[in-house]
């Protein structure tokens, strides 16, 4: 019997390999009971989804034994992990979203966006940071203020092409 291709996992299964490579990283081996514990869940449930993500060949796993993703799993929770990254920081430093909420937000936000979504987002916040005074930029700053008070800055442009004529 082959094995069946992931294409669509669900948010739970990214949820499993995100988790999987961060313990690997942080502890070195992936047991189930960490995966169960990180996650919030019961042994069983853990055996399940791991069984499902076997059958998509994303981890290896021995009955007893430590899990490892394998190099697709790993390219599936780099990928996840990723997408996490760009929402949390676009959450917490640019929208300057309280950092707890801006992780838990990044969790439920990260299985559905695009992958043009991801890609322009990650250029935005490129952008940002690029700003040449290494601060956060002026029109960022309005916003702030705008968010704060319900009120617009003067608009500088303006204030200049106003001054020209």
């Not at 739970?12 to 502890?27: F, G, R």
């Not at 309280?98 to 439920?108: F, G, I, L, N, W």
């Not at 299985?111 to 952008?127: D, G, N």
């Amino acid at each position: 019997m082959g094995r069946k291709i992931a294409k669509n996992l669900s948010s739970n299964m990214e949820d499993y390999l995100e988790t999987i490579a961060l313990l690997k990283k942080n502890k070195g081996i992936v047991k189930v009971s960490d995966i169960g514990k990180m996650m919030k869940v019961k042994k069983p449930s853990v055996t399940e989804a791991l069984n499902l993500l076997s059958n998509y060949n994303l981890v290896a796993h021995e009955r007893y034994g430590h899990v490892e993703l394998t190099s697709e799993g790993k390219k599936v929770a780099k990928e996840v992990q990723a997408r996490h990254d760009v929402l949390t920081k676009f959450l917490g430093e640019v929208l300057k979203i309280d950092s707890r909420v801006a992780a838990e937000d990044a969790c439920k936000m990260e299985h559905s966006l695009s992958p043009q979504t991801f890609k322009k987002l990650t250029k935005f916040i490129e952008f940002i940071e690029a700003c040449p005074d290494g601060d956060r930029p002026d029109w960022l700053k309005s916003f702030d203020y705008y968010y704060k008070s319900g009120r617009r800055r003067p608009c500088k442009i303006r204030k200049l092409k106003r001054e020209r004529n």
